[in-house]
């Protein structure tokens, strides 16, 4: 059995709803093969007219397409459904409609003979007829203007009227094919069959007559073939089809009969004749008793009492008409039909077409000047009181105009209200074609954009605080439509911040928002101050004046972002703090939050000239912070967490950690727990490994853990080659003053301990090539070469710590003089522990005659050489007369290591002077 699925088609969007049940199956007696593929389309189809979009996915998944057509067609619903949403803009609406037909040319082109051809060329027409651009027909129709819209308007009626033609002819040969067949095969046909094809008969006829219409009234005014096919139009409805004169039983057929008569009979100057038939829709409606089909037909109404008052305005009848339009006006909205702004611009519109034609005597027909909807100015008046009512019927009155103003030039014999209609259409022009780029268009909200700027540069005197609001509020706009982002933020937050209460101020604040935080996405100019100082303030204004709403909380993240890029820290971290615990980066705020304590402390002004204790308390409040951001992070983690999530967590530890290991706080046993904790996912994230590595070592070489240190240096290596050598020196550097510290306090075990570890970090330095060492300085590498050979001497190997010496580049190491001093004592001091004691008691000896006296490389220089004359078995006296010298020049000997030494070499030469004079 063949089953019935309702589609509800709308016509002509705007002013004419039909809705038409069609009973999509086919029979034998049509001479073509039943196919289902139609069955579903109209079930489809009837789903998305009724908007039960859920329903519509949901059946599609539950029914994979039969086959190739069945599969088109389901991808041009799809586009359908984008096309017909609130939020897609008129060029994306245009680009599906387009997509949606070539679909279904491309359907018929390939199955001429299948069922669906004569469903697909009906709904092509629609596409051109209703759901392309709806609007370019009310502007024609609804408010009679005569603009850009016209052309648009003509191009898609014809091209509907002859797709509509092709159809009517393939209708024709199905009636024939019927007519054709024997009894018996036609009482095999399904009733429901017949009627689909005589319901399809029908529908056809209707949207034919009005594409007709359209392309008539599209046409110039001077074109005889347009006053022929009004006349055509005319005869068929009244006369030969008769529509006008149908029983209520098909009220609809009858009114788009009726109101189709009015506009021709009209246009035709047929006036009373007009008029009769638009009486006779009101009249038609009023019999109508069931309450669904008179809303299906109160548009209609509604235009046939619009023309009503059209004809007593072509007839001359001025006060009457304007009398008329105020009738409506009370009488549509008592009656609760009044269809909002569309409705209040129809008669807006008509209003000045009356005020129009009181002044048309002053007029030459053929004058240009005639057809300006900016001209006679006192007309506008009807327009200026519509656009007083707020934003929305300001932007909607733009938006008609944008085609009917695009050839108007800006005059100085302009009113106000008349430049601003100028700028506002030449914005909504640009708009409705984004984002595709039309160069005429742009050039033209150029030329508008000058003048925009000279308005707001000498304001007049005379602009109250509503119409400069609106002038900042078109400039801003403009300014971003031509690519002046930054300027349009700053036109926009001007107007927020010096009319708060205007009606555009709240969508001011969120254009400045987000142009600035669109621009901010972009890498490229992520860095700008100026765009970023625009985007604080665009977003500061929009968290004071919309806090509540859900866009205003999401910028709450962005602009701590955008203060800490800033370097306002503390600000940052404030506002990372306030961030929703909603919000959907409430953990990166917490990083951030964090990341900004973390950086104040560091480098603030903290180390610089605020009290320590004051700088203790500022480290513990952020550890505090830090400690907490990671409870909440890691608690948000599971074994579902994303990659990205435990980055996050990675990188919150290693904030914690890098707090820690602060010299004011100086917890780096708590820092090492911290990252042992964390370790597993710090592992699995690549990026996090090379930070983890440096902050683990920093924190060994804070507590001495030298060997655990080096391993860790090891494993750095290869994920961090770029840091590794600094690391490495740093450490290598901790290890010096370490043993410097222990030869201090003469331990000279934990010299060699320390050491042997040094020595071992030194070697693994200079291995491979010195992959280590690849991105440090000339002086760097100097340093840790001689302090290697330094620590390979603490270690007791001399001979490889002399040859380590005399490898290092001599040439290189007179640049510095300190370092020539460092590796002469090292060089000496090997050359002393080698018993090579002549070469090193003058190496010793021309440093500390070259050196600022008492310094520390003069002591180890005067050290070195007794301890070469000792050796030698120099004069002992002498010996121990220049240490008492010494003793009295400088009773603390330069420091407890040397005076340990001297103490040694002292006891040691007075023994040796006895022992000389016993054998005397």
Known sequence: MNRYYPIYIRYVTGFVWAWISILPAYGQAISIEDDSNLNEAAFREGLRQRGLIDWLEQYCQDRPPADEVEKALRRREILLVEAEQSSTPLWRRKELIDEAGRILLSVMERHPQHPVRLFGRFEFARDLLERRDPAAFDAVVLYELFGRDRAEVHDLSTRARAALEILRRDIGAAWDTVELSTWEDRGAVAATDLRWLENLDRQTAILCVWAELLEALSAEDTDLARRQSLRKLLEQVTRRQAWTSLPIEHADLCCHGLVVATLAARCLGLLEEANEYARQIVSTMRQVANPLDRERLRRTVFIGVVEQVRVLRDGGRLDEAARAVEQVKEYWMQSGQYGGLQDELVLAFLERSISVARGAKVLAPDDEGSRSILEPADALSPLKRLADRGPAARDRLYATLAGELAAESWLPTHSSFQHRLLAGAAVADVLRHRPVRNPDVENRLLTILSELEKVVEHWSEDFGVAERGEWLFLLGRSQYLVDRPL??????????????????????????????????????????????????????????????????????????????????????????????????????????????????????????????????????????????????????????????????????????????????????????????????????????????????????????????????????????????????????????????????????????????????????????????????????????????????????????????????????????????????????????????????????????????????????????????????????????????????????????????????????????????????
């Open 487 to 920: 300027s349009a933020i700053q036109t926009l937050a001007r107007l927020a911040e010096q009319y708060p209460d205007h009606d555009r101020t709240m969508i001011a604040v969120e254009q400045a928002a987000a142009i600035a935080s669109e621009r901010l996405r972009d890498s490229a100019v992520q860095d700008d101050p100026a765009l970023r100082e625009a985007f604080i303030l665009a977003a500061g204004l929009y968290r004071r004046l919309i806090p509540d709403s859900p866009a205003s909380r999401q910028m709450q993240y962005y602009l701590a972002l955008a203060l800490e890029r800033k370097g306002q820290l503390i600000e940052a971290a404030t506002q990372y703090a306030a961030v929703p615990a909603d919000d959907l980066n409430r953990l990166s705020a917490w990083l951030g939050q964090v990341r900004c304590l973390r950086n104040a402390l560091r480098h603030g002004p903290a180390h610089q000239s605020v009290a320590r204790e004051q700088v203790r308390q500022q480290a513990e409040q952020a550890l505090q912070v830090a400690f907490v951001a990671r409870g909440e992070v890691r608690a948000a983690l599971s074994e579902a967490a994303t990659d990205e999530e435990r980055y996050l967590y990675g990188q919150v530890v290693l904030v914690l950690a890098d707090l820690l290991t602060d010299p004011v706080l100086a917890r780096y046993s708590e820092a090492l727990e911290v990252l042992d904790e964390a370790d597993a996912v710090v592992q699995a994230c690549p990026d996090l490994l090379g930070p983890a590595l440096r902050m683990r070592i920093l924190a060994l070489q804070h507590l001495q853990r030298w060997g655990p240190a080096n391993v860790n240096v090891r494993r750095l290596r290869p994920v961090d080659p770029d840091n590794v050598g600094s690391v490495a020196a740093s450490l290598f550097d901790a290890m010096h003053e370490a043993i410097v510290a222990a030869e201090d306090d003469g331990d000279e075990a934990e010299v060699r301990r320390i050491s042997g570890e040094a020595a071992a970090l030194g070697d693994m330095l200079l291995e491979n090539d010195g992959v280590f060492l690849k991105n440090l300085n000339d002086r760097e590498t100097l340093i840790v070469c001689i302090w290697r050979a330094w620590v390979l001497l603490r270690s007791d190997r001399a001979a490889e710590a002399v040859e380590a010496f005399e490898s290092i580049d001599t040439a290189k190491l007179s640049m510095y003089e300190d370092l020539k001093i460092e590796y002469s004592l090292g060089w000496a001091e090997g050359q002393l522990a080698m018993g090579r004691y002549e070469p090193a008691r003058d190496a010793f000896n021309k440093i500390w005659l070259n050196t600022p006296e008492r310094s520390l490389a003069w002591w180890r220089s005067y050290v070195g050489s007794l301890q070469c004359h000792t050796a030698l078995g120099n004069d002992p006296q002498r010996i121990v007369q220049s240490i008492q010298q010494q003793k009295y020049l400088a009773p603390d000997l330069g420091a407890p290591r040397w005076k340990r030494a001297l103490a040694q070499i002292e006891n040691a030469n007075r023994e040796r002077a006895q022992s000389v004079g016993n054998t005397r």
